[in-house]
DNA sequence: ACCCAAATCAGTAATGATTACTATTTTATT
DNA sequence: AATAAAATAGTAATCATTACTGATTTGGGT
């Protein structure tokens, strides 16, 4: 991050610009828009220095990908288990944040997931 | 999960009397020294198969292992990302899974996760 | 107890997301 | 414009996890 790139940029304004949580892979995709020739490889490395400069979540449902998310302020993750969807639901405060800082520890990232199954697969399974 | 099997209690055993958050190989390591010849397939599917019936918890804190945890009440992974250590804190409710379920959503397991660095390693930084 | 079908297993091979490597290009400073 | 550090494109390698296969184990029915 000593430089600017703006490989790096087009990759942050993609994944501020959507709530979807995007696989390395569908990041890369949305790049190639506007950059056909980004390398994979770029990809990867941008995304894990913007995860380390704390400009980006890395978060992981269990389903093999990890995601990513350019939603800076605390929120909850909804995992639906059927359909896969990812949804954000805001908090007020990061409590749990604060509460690990009282306990000594100096917390810089936050993620915070509750899989199940949501409500539009629940209305789909009655029929 | 249909049939009894020593192995996938062998391993459920080893996750409930730990709280070091194994990954995969840790638990084969050991289950080993209980049933030396079990396969590594047969760990990688019963963690799987527990995870799915909520036995079990799996918990990904991006250093590219999969980790579980035997802790089936509520609580907050402290993840320092000096050390590498996970501890957790129990939490007195699920309250992020009960708002999730007043919005319409049906929570069937819950990963909280804050990272940063723990007590240990801030006083150790100072030096 | 024995039989049988389903489930699970051990062992090994294959997969595929992610990382590492290298020669080239870009950035920012003087 | 010259330079050095940083970043890139493209490709090869890694390695955690999954898939496959033939043998073994489990549990229900007889």
Known sequence: ?????????AILKVLCSTDTHPTANQVYDRVRETI?????GTVYRNLAALSAAGKVLSVSVGD???RFDGNNSPHL????KLCGKITDLPLETDY????????GFTPDSSVYIVSGVC?????????
Do not use: D, V
């Not at 993750?77 to 639906?80: A, F, I, T, Y």
């Not at 409500?119 to 029929?127: D, Y």
């Open 1 to 9: 991050m000593k430089k600017y790139s703006r490989q790096r940029e």
């Open 36 to 40: 056909p020739n980004i390398s994979l």
């Open 64 to 66: 093999g990908y990890e």
């Open 77 to 80: 993750h909804l995992h639906c």
């Open 96 to 103: 749990f944040a604060e509460t690990a800082q009282s306990r």
């Open 119 to 127: 409500g539009e697969c629940n209305t789909k399974e009655k029929n």
